[in-house]
């Protein structure tokens, strides 16, 4: 079924009157791939294989720098130094761009704004697996004009040629899109076509990359922006919600991204959990949250969070020994009370990163209070690249040692993330290491973290619900 999103702009003028087009069903269901399964040279990855590449490429898509430009509240895609690269891209879609079809496969992401492919006449490209889409030999590609307000959505945008032979246009919208370091893509933006499986939706705004730097591995052809930006997937498809529901990493199963009406949490589930979603005017286009707590352990406690707005109180759950820590909560500038940096205390989700990466300071108090909780001696030289490890006894493995939960509270809900999701068993070296890292940036949770949970975000309440799911058996 063919739909037309509701971003409209002088290119659609060029369009005939017969792409005029039914309203779109409620809802899209599109099959996550591990990027890792779609690397056709190497097949037989091991289970610490797929790991340590996966671990490596969220150290790759860190950038702890601070934006270059000044903080901005319109809903302009700020072009910017962000704290994630694009490089990683760990979840695969598959799709189609122009008339005729043109299918690849893009990295969706959920810390960037922007659709974007590389095209032909590729200057600067890296090497990608799919045929390289050309616009030329589509029928319905259009070209974003300069003066048109769509270009101007961008921060960085100047007028020029196209490049493309035959078109002597010098009003051409031509971008430049940042993500961080030295990753960055710059083409023309342009609309065209969009399949998701059978439905196609008519002159959907994206980036014709012909020059891409610092970008995806081979398997990825593009990367598509789910943030709260005016030109990323959601924003133009007027999703008011979408979920997603990610396997543990080497189970091999594919994950489930789902946009529209069915993206819905189990109901009556007793451990869902509601988390009102922040804004950050150093990072607008990100999902945000306010990161109040931190829980090692069970053990109900209370703790008074510091604010002229709310001095409720938060308790965690369970029963058991437990070390917490509160943080004074986050203002709408990134600056969180009794802290100095920008980024404290805040937490970006990141789907696109594996392991979770907190702020230095909370990172070593985490690290302080879990060598304090397990009673094993700390190892090093992890075969995996990760920092915080503990030596396993011989012969004994990780599911039959303890080790605390991790809870998160966020504006005082408790997210808990069980010893599965906080930890790994890095076999080869006969240790049991803590799935996350330190930044001296703003904190990310990662895919890691949010294994067999469905992760539902509601645009509309603003508002982002997590129900632990075994995600191999959804539908």
């Known amino acids: 079924m063919d739909a037309i999103p509701p971003l409209l702009f002088l290119a659609l003028l060029l369009l005939p009157a017969a792409h005029c087009l039914p309203l779109p069903r409620q809802s899209y269901h599109l099959e996550l791939a591990r990027v890792d399964a779609l690397d056709t040279e190497n097949l037989n990855l091991t289970d610490r294989e797929l790991l340590r590449r996966a671990i490596q490429r969220s150290r790759d898509r860190l950038a702890s720098i601070m934006p270059r430009v000044s903080p901005s509240r319109d809903r302009k895609v700020v072009v910017a130094e962000a704290p994630v690269l694009s490089a990683g891209g760990e979840y695969l879609v598959k799709l189609g761009m122009g008339t005729p079809q043109h299918s690849f496969t893009a990295a969706i992401d959920t810390a ?30 259009a070209v974003v004009p300069c003066n048109s307000d769509t270009c101007d959505e961008l921060d960085t945008h100047r007028c020029g040629n196209s490049g493309n032979s ?5 009003d051409v919208c031509q971008y430049t899109y940042t993500y961080g370091g030295n990753a960055t893509t710059r083409g023309t933006l342009a609309v065209d076509r969009l399949a998701m499986g059978d439905d196609v939706f008519r002159s959907v705004v994206f980036g014709c990359s012909s020059s891409s730097a610092g970008g995806p591995p081979p398997q990825v052809s593009g990367v598509v922006g789910l943030g709260r930006g005016p030109l990323s997937l959601v924003s133009q498809l007027s999703v008011r919600r979408f979920m997603y529901c990610l396997p543990p990493p080497v189970s091999r199963s594919a994950g489930r991204l789902v946009l529209g009406a069915d993206a819905t949490a189990v109901r009556n589930a007793s451990d869902k959990i509601v988390v009102p979603m922040s804004t950050n005017s150093r990072y607008p286009s990100y999902y945000y949250l306010n990161l109040d707590g931190l829980s090692i352990g069970d053990r109900a406690m209370t703790m008074v969070r510091s604010s002229s707005r709310n001095n409720a109180t938060t308790t965690t759950p369970g029963s058991s020994n437990s070390s917490v820590a509160a943080f004074p909560p986050v203002s709408d500038s990134g600056d969180g009370g009794g802290r100095t940096g920008p980024d404290a205390y805040g937490m970006i989700i990141d789907i696109a990163s ?9 990172y070593d108090e985490l690290v302080d209070d879990l060598e304090e909780e397990i009673r094993l001696p700390r190892g090093s030289g992890s075969s995996l690249g990760l920092d915080l490890c503990f030596i396993l006894p011989e012969g004994v493995p990780m599911s039959r040692v303890y080790a605390p939960p991790v809870s998160m509270a966020f504006e005082g809900e408790w997210v808990r993330f069980e010893k599965e999701q906080v930890f790994v068993e890095d076999r080869q070296s006969g240790m049991m290491c803590l799935m996350m890292g330190k930044t001296h940036g703003v904190s990310i949770l990662g895919n890691y973290q949010q294994q067999n949970m469905q992760v539902m975000y509601n645009l509309r309440r603003q508002r982002i619900t997590f129900v632990k799911t075994a995600c191999d058996s959804v539908p």
């Open 112 to 141: 960037s704004d922007v659709i974007w492919t590389q095209c032909q006449p590729c200057v600067k490209c890296y090497k990608q697996l799919d045929p390289v889409f050309n616009p030329v030999a589509s029928t319905t590609y």
């Open 166 to 170: 035959g078109d002597d246009e010098d």
């Open 354 to 362: 594996t392991i979770t990466f907190l702020e230095e300071s909370l």
